[in-house]
């Protein structure tokens, strides 16, 4: 079945919620705070200091050590996730012809959104800068191991 | 039929290749975010395990490739910045092709002012 199309100024039924309209706030809402949230990620990972060359355990294990990064990095994971997942859904939605393979791709798309969302909060949250298993000279200095 | 599609804002010109820019952008930014979360989640595996993976994006080839993600992520940023501009300031419709360019030059100066210094890390001539 192809996609059926609304004749154009129909009015919108009031029955349901308007989940489009939700999307499209939340695309904006979500895109102003990613502006702060990226461009500080990107400023303090890439730009100072050493840049890429500094990051390893010890530089992640440092900054999730402290309150300040978990919520910000948690912030970005949820809100950039589920950002480009709608993106994408938008994305499918304008270039799919059978409702099939349009409702499949969208399962996927929330499915892996589902996924990276739970996976990324359980790492920030369950995190251990000194674990056990580490060679001492990988861990940030603040590890007694150290 | 006007021959011209005079008054839109999403066919032809700047609104639309704007428009295209950020979806494609959107799309490649997405992508690396899906790999982004799971090699970060590596932390919660071992150090070891963490190091060896990011290391690889201190190579070369990775490293050029992050040139292009930090330029991709500064357009989309500040496009959607435009187009929230657009749907709700006043005269944001009147200016959407201003806007359009002065996007192209912050976009164009932040990576100016990033690329050397990602690339002196990348190829360790600090
Ligand atoms: C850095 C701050 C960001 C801002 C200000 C921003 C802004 C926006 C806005 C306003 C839209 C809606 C465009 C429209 O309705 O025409 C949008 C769409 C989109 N964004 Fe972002 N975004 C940001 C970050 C991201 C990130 C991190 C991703 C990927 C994970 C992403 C992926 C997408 C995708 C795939 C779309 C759909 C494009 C389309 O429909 O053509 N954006 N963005």
Same mark, same amino acid.
């Given at each position: 079945?192809?996609?059926?199309?609304?004749?154009?100024?129909?009015?919108?039924?009031?029955?349901?919620?308007?989940?489009?309209?939700?999307?499209?706030?939340?695309?904006?809402?979500?895109?102003?705070?990613?502006?702060?949230?990226?461009?500080?990620?990107? #400023?303090?990972?890439?730009?100072?200091?050493?840049?890429?060359?500094?990051?390893?355990?010890?530089?992640?294990?440092?900054?999730?050590?402290?309150? #300040?990064?978990?919520?910000?990095?948690?912030?970005?994971?949820?809100?950039?996730?589920?950002?480009?997942?709608?993106?994408?859904?938008?994305?499918?939605?304008?270039?799919?012809?059978?409702?099939?393979?349009?409702?499949?791709?969208?399962?996927?798309?929330?499915?892996?959104?589902?996924?990276?969302?739970?996976?990324?909060?359980?790492?920030?949250?369950?995190?251990?800068?000194?674990?056990?298993?580490?060679?001492?000279?990988?861990?940030?200095?603040?590890?007694?191991?150290? | 039929?006007?021959?011209?599609?005079?008054?839109?804002?999403?066919?032809?010109?700047?609104?639309?290749?704007?428009?295209?820019?950020?979806?494609?952008?959107?799309?490649?930014?997405?992508?690396?975010?899906?790999?982004?979360?799971?090699?970060?989640?590596?932390?919660?595996?071992?150090?070891?395990?963490?190091?060896?993976?990011?290391?690889?994006?201190?190579?070369?080839?990775?490293?050029?490739?992050?040139?292009?993600?930090?330029?991709?992520?500064?357009?989309?940023?500040?496009?959607?910045?435009?187009?929230?501009?657009?749907? #709700?300031?006043?005269?944001?419709?009147?200016?959407?092709?201003?806007?359009?360019?002065?996007?192209?030059?912050?976009?164009?100066?932040?990576?100016?002012?990033?690329?050397?210094?990602?690339?002196?890390?990348? #190829?360790?001539?600090?």
């Amino acid at each position: 079945m192809s996609v059926v199309i609304e004749q154009p100024r129909s009015p919108r039924s009031r029955k349901a919620a308007n989940w489009e309209k939700y999307g499209w706030m939340y695309m904006r809402a979500s895109g102003a705070l990613l502006v702060i949230l990226i461009f500080g990620h990107l #400023f303090v990972n890439l730009w100072v200091g050493e840049g890429i060359k500094a990051i390893d355990f010890a530089f992640v294990g440092g900054k999730w050590s402290n309150p #300040f990064w978990q919520v910000w990095d948690g912030l970005m994971l949820w809100l950039a996730l589920i950002h480009g997942t709608n993106g994408m859904r938008t994305i499918v939605n304008d270039y799919t012809s059978k409702e099939g393979i349009r409702k499949a791709l969208n399962i996927a798309l929330w499915g892996i959104c589902a996924v990276l969302v739970v996976l990324g909060t359980l790492v920030i949250l369950t995190f251990d800068p000194c674990p056990a298993n580490g060679i001492a000279a990988n861990l940030p200095s603040f590890c007694p191991a150290r | 039929m006007p021959t011209k599609p005079a008054g839109t804002l999403y066919r032809g010109k700047v609104g639309m290749w704007s428009w295209v820019l950020h979806r494609i952008t959107g799309v490649a930014i997405f992508f690396f975010l899906l790999v982004h979360v799971l090699d970060t989640s590596l932390v919660r595996l071992s150090p070891e395990a963490y190091n060896a993976v990011v290391s690889t994006y201190k190579t070369p080839v990775v490293g050029l490739g992050e040139l292009g993600l930090v330029a991709a992520i500064l357009y989309h940023a500040l496009n959607g910045v435009r187009v929230i501009l657009i749907d #709700f300031w006043r005269k944001g419709v009147k200016y959407q092709n201003v806007m359009f360019w002065v996007v192209v030059a912050i976009a164009f100066i932040a990576f100016a002012g990033f690329a050397p210094r990602h690339l002196i890390h990348v #190829f360790h001539l600090g």
